[in-house]
């Protein structure tokens, strides 16, 4: 199994930044990639970035620019820095893990991290 537990979220003014945090507390697999999604109120999840075993990363277009994904691998932790937000970045922010072995393919997520952002 694999747990993951998103924190950073909050309100914030647009035009301002946050950074959200998606620490791997448990994993009994090897990780292929994390990725960072997104979920509006009366729309669906939506990929926004990821990054893969060798850092790698890639975006959806419309966060280049804006959001960067990262992270540290001694602690376990992915990170988006999210800048120049705009109040349609509002909604719930997931963190996801996916394995992929030649016995395992599977996706994780995390309980999701609530961002707002003001006009």
């Known amino acids: 199994q694999v747990q993951l537990e998103e924190s950073g979220g909050g309100l914030v003014q647009s035009g301002g930044s946050l950074r959200l945090s998606c620490r791997m507390t448990r994993s009994t697999f090897p990780i292929y990639a994390f990725g960072w999604y997104r979920q509006a109120p009366g729309k669906r999840r939506e990929f926004l970035a990821g990054?893969?075993?060798?850092?790698?990363?890639h975006y959806k277009d419309f966060v280049k620019g804006r959001f960067t994904i990262s992270r540290d691998k001694p602690k376990d932790t992915v990170y988006l820095q999210m800048n120049s937000l705009k109040p349609d970045d509002t909604a719930v922010y997931y963190c996801?893990?996916?394995?992929?072995?030649?016995?395992?393919?599977?996706?994780?997520w995390g309980q999701g991290t609530q961002v707002t952002v003001a006009s």
């Open positions: 990054i893969d075993s060798g850092d790698a990363t």
């Open positions: 996801n893990a996916e394995v992929r072995t030649p016995e395992v393919r599977q996706d994780f």
